[in-house]
Structure formats: C-alpha cells, structure tokens
C-alpha cells in the first residue's frame, strides 16, 4: 500500500497530530501492511499559494499554455501526480482558530485541478479522480468540539475538509479526533489521546484488510 502522508503541525516533535499520524503507520505495519510512504511536510515544503499567474495558468488548456504557465504550474502537477500514484492518504493536522492550518489550505489549492484531480463529463458533471484510495484525516483541537459542548457549533475544519476532497473524488473519509487537549486538564488530554489511539487501531484493521482484499483481487485477475 502507497501512503501519501502529509503532516502540517508548526510544533514539529511536540505535535500530537504527527505522533499519532506516526502511530497510525505503525499500527498498520503491525496488521501486515506492506507500507510505502510518501512523506510531506507542508509546514517545511509548503505549496506555493496561489497567485494571479497560477490562476490564469491553471485553467488554460494544455496547448494553449506559454512555457512560463507550465513553469507555474510545475510543483501543483507534481503534487497532483503524487496523489494519483498513492493508495491511500493520511492527513494530519492540528485545528487552528476553527480551522486547518495555512499551510495545508495552500496544499488544497495547489491540489485542486481541473483536468488532472477533477475533470468535468460529457453533461459537465464534475468527477473527482481520486475516488479510488482510502482517506485519513488525523486531527487535533485544544477544545472539546464534539456534540454537546459549549464549542460544538465552531468546527469550520471537518466540513471544509469533507467539501474540498469530496469535489476531487474523496467522498468517504474517515476522521480521528483527538480532542480536548491544550486547553483542558491533565486527565481529559489523557483521555483524549486514549481515544485518538483505539480509534486509529479500529481504522488501521479496517484498511488492512482492505488492502488484502485489494490486492487480492489483483492477483486473480493477473491470474
């Protein structure tokens, strides 16, 4: 299985996200998994944000792009293609403000293609290309933002998330949150990263046997 792994945390190796990202590639190794990563860390290699020339670039058509256009575009089609390759995607990131970190957003937008990570049909319907790998997202909040809690109403990360991967074909995304943990006491940020860990356990079985199933299939019809 080919792993795209994105970590976006500022706090390098006091990040919860990354030690559980870490954590959740392990677990999969010890279910059987032959793992191939792909390593990124936007925070250090950040995409670059989009610019006026990386817009008009982008929707132009292929033959119609002048050598500086695709020079703009070299390091989003590069991006892109390593999404392609991947099997499967694991997404770690702390919640900031309510929101994902800038530096993964500026990942987003260098991800979202038309004519590469989404195409349109014949009745211009647009079509995702990445529907057939598996999605992780690994997520960590000071505060407890699930239902029930006073800040419940204030995540803006998980359906931000789920909108822009859906539009590129990822519709099904499963979400471990490990929450709450700065800004709660000792004894619920324990709690908290008990629970993160069971869960990604559950998720690492559940993709191992995915991925045997997966090549499985591959195998008979090579057969």
């Known amino acids: 299985m080919k792993i795209f792994h994105v970590d976006s945390s500022a706090k390098r190796e006091r990040s919860n996200s990354r030690a559980l990202s870490r954590q959740f590639i392990e677990n999969l190794r010890a279910e059987g998994v032959d793992v191939e990563v792909d ?4 925070t250090v290699d950040t995409p670059p944000h989009v610019t006026e020339a990386f817009a008009i670039a982008t929707y132009k058509e292929e033959h119609e792009r002048t050598a500086d256009m695709r020079a703009t575009l070299a390091a989003s ?27 993964f957003k500026a990942f987003i937008d260098s991800a979202t293609r ?12 647009i079509v995702g290309q ?9 997520t960590t909040r000071g505060a407890d ?19 822009a991967f ?3 074909g990822a519709n099904d995304p499963h979400f471990v949150d490990a929450q709450p943990l700065q800004f709660s006491d000792q004894e619920a940020r324990i709690e ?32």
């Open 145 to 163: 933002l699930r239902p029930g809690n006073p800040f419940s109403s204030m995540d803006a990360l998980t359906p931000a998330l789920k909108a």
């Open 192 to 223: 908290a990263l008990k629970r993160a860990h069971a869960e990604l356990a559950g998720v690492a079985a559940d993709w191992a046997a995915w991925e045997r199933a997966r090549v499985g299939s591959e195998l008979h019809e090579t057969a």
């Open 77 to 103: 089609d590069a991006l892109c293609k390593r999404l392609l390759e991947a099997d499967a995607f694991v997404f770690a990131m702390p919640m900031y403000n309510w929101s994902m970190p800038s530096a």
């Open 130 to 138: 990445l529907s057939r790998q598996k999605v992780l997202f690994i």
């Open 39 to 42: 390593y990124l860390d936007v």
């Open 114 to 125: 038309p004519g590469i990570t989404y195409k349109a049909d014949a009745d211009g319907n």
């Open 166 to 168: 859906a539009f590129i």
